[in-house]
């Protein structure tokens, strides 16, 4: 697949209200990473919004909305839409809404001081399986979340030769349906493997997966290829 069709799978759903500045974030967004871009009432908005195929990043105006209805909808993008990228913009530091780091969908803040500039170098990045979390953000989260690791000294028993295969691809950054497209088997299927997997690591999230995947890379390479 070549560069302008991988840009053509992605689109943006932006959350907000229908003012001039987000009617300019929209344009200038199309014009310099040539990705669609779609304005959602973010008071308005319904559970039917996303029904095509693709990578989706649901961009969420922290300024437009009380928490509850942005908790609302991350409810429904986690329930419903598992693999879209969720990032929140005009976030003002130490705002109620930096909580919600802790969301596995979340990958992104961009605050109110942030050029239109960096926003649009940062929704390419998480396109491409990055996070933008500023180092304070991150590096609470850490502290908070920081915890004797389980000890697991062979993969033997614990997981299935599937798990080992779909832990191993989560690795690299892909989603559960290309995953079920290189393994031949349904999303659906990918999701409960993932599922499994995640109780038997002891793992909460995809993060804490791929960092897990990472820490015992060489074992698991090595059980998947016997």
Known sequence: MDATASFLERRIFLFGQGNLNNSVLIGYLHQHIQIDCQL????????DWLTDSGRVLA?????????????????????????????????????????LISWPNVNGFFYTHTSDQLLARGITCMFDGELWIPRYLMSSFISRNRERPRRVNSFSGVLTKREKQILRLTATGVTNTEIGEVLSVS??????????????????NRIQAVNWAKEHMSELVRETTE
């Open 40 to 47: 959602i009432d973010l008071l308005q908005w319904r559970g």
């Open 59 to 99: 961009l969420i105006d922290a300024s437009s909305a009380g928490p509850e209805r942005i908790q609302d909808l991350l409810e429904l993008i986690h329930d419903r839409y598992s693999e879209t990228i969720v990032a929140f913009y005009n976030v003002s530091q130490n705002h109620p809404i930096e909580r």
């Open 187 to 204: 999303t659906h299927t990918v999701k409960t493997h993932v599922y499994n997997l995640f109780k038997k690591i002891g793992v909460n």
